[in-house]
């Protein structure tokens, strides 16, 4: 089970996007995820008339390693680390270790 899945919200733990929030967007193995606005690197592209791109320098958001992010507590307004938990009839849900609170996907 992963603990950290796409429409999360996470806290960036380390680099030179620390401190920053977003939604995780896209898994792109089992070790990398993409984050909106976190990871931004300049492209340069070249234009492609049968494609009908044009050229120029773009902004493109890179994947980020998933133990250098968090996900984001709301209630306690802090970054978290997350626990599975099995509740009573056998199904395994994502909790905070903090408070033990389920988290809502």
């Known amino acids: 089970m992963n603990k950290i899945r796409k429409g999360d919200q996470v806290v960036v733990l380390t680099g030179r996007d620390k401190g920053k929030r977003g939604t995780v967007t896209l898994r792109v193995d089992e070790d990398h995820v993409v984050v909106e ?36 507590n709301a209630a306690a307004a802090k970054a978290d680390r997350v626990g599975i938990k099995t509740l009573a009839d056998g199904k395994r849900v994502r909790v905070f270790k903090s408070s033990g609170d389920e988290i809502k996907a």
Do not use: E, F, L, Y
């Not at 300049?42 to 968090?70: E, L």
């Open 37 to 72: 606005g976190v990871n931004m690197v300049k492209k340069h592209v070249k234009p492609n008339p049968m494609k009908g791109t044009t050229g120029g320098v773009i902004d493109k958001t890179m994947p980020i390693h998933q133990s250098n992010i968090a996900i984001w």
